[in-house]
């Protein structure tokens, strides 16, 4: 972080001594890439299936897309209380995108019959897949294993609940410091347990106790699953971006400890390479 001063004051400084200047793209860039190398990787020790050796596996960003591996869906294969992970082009996708190092920038949930729950900007709301995967880039979809008629149903009814209620500004807004902070707990060679404690630690100190009358995208996610009485995490939900959603994912390394890890289902939409996303390993069939 101190590096990041020293370039904003270089930039700030630089021609004359008298007026100040406009950050320009170029540092911004520069701010970015300097955030980024700060950051951490995390890691986890497995075993390889072939001779039992220890082998070390990373967290991972890596894009199959429905082009190298991956598969594309329609709406129709979609099932209740399946995660939706997406992204735009716009600016504050590519925003999030870059504080979290990851292809996605927010979450939502599809509740069945067409219809799809999310927390924006103006609040919580429900609307149709079709609009949802108009206004998008790039939407992957993923699924709990052990998701049941009766999840669906808890969930459905606990979603629907809270359509209408208001966008969690404040938690969006805290996010960002965290987001760095949090980098250093995901350190290389950090055991899984020990990054557990240490991001909770920072959250707890810096995001406070979680509301239940206003959301973020992954907030309403993580708390929809809880309600339904199959967490992915016992984690706080205001720590959960839609990077960790993603980095649950079978055959990655998540950030905090899971319950399950998600199945890929497919792409309802493909995008550019920089922001297309599916799974570390094989599409689920």
Do not use: W
Request: net charge positive; hydrophobic share 40%.
């Amino acid at each position: 972080m101190a590096a990041l001063s020293r370039l904003v004051r270089s930039s700030n400084s630089s021609g004359s001594s008298h007026r100040p200047r406009r950050t320009g793209p170029a540092v911004l860039c520069a701010l970015i890439a300097a955030a980024a190398s700060t950051s951490g990787c995390a890691t986890r020790i497995g075993r390889d299936t072939d001779n039992g050796l220890p082998t070390l596996q990373v967290q991972s960003s890596s894009l199959l897309t429905p082009a190298n591996g991956g598969q594309s869906i329609g709406s129709q294969d979609l099932r209740p209380g399946d995660i939706i992970l997406s992204a735009t082009h716009g600016i504050n996708s590519l925003g999030i995108r870059a504080i979290t190092l990851s292809p996605v920038s927010h979450a939502a949930l599809y509740l069945g019959d067409d219809r799809i729950i999310e927390a924006v900007g103006s609040g919580v709301r429900t609307r149709s897949t079709a609009e949802f995967v108009a206004d998008e880039a790039t939407i992957v979809a993923f699924r709990h294993p052990g998701m049941t008629d009766d999840h669906a149903v808890a969930m459905r009814a606990f979603a629907q609940a809270q359509d209408g209620k208001k966008y969690n500004t404040a938690g969006i807004v805290l996010q960002a410091p965290f987001t760095l902070q949090r980098k250093y707990c995901e350190l290389p060679l950090v055991p899984g347990s020990v990054r557990d404690a240490c991001i909770r630690g920072i959250a707890a100190i810096q995001l406070g106790a979680a509301r239940n009358d206003r959301f973020f995208c992954s907030q309403l996610v993580l708390e929809t699953y809880r309600a339904a009485d199959l967490p992915l995490t016992d984690a706080s939900a205001l720590l959960i971006s839609p990077a960790d959603l993603l980095h649950m994912r079978e055959g990655d390394v998540p950030s905090v400890q899971i319950k399950q890890a998600l199945q890929y289902v497919g792409h309802l939409k493909g995008g550019h390479v920089s922001t297309d996303v599916a799974a570390t390993g094989q599409p689920a069939p």
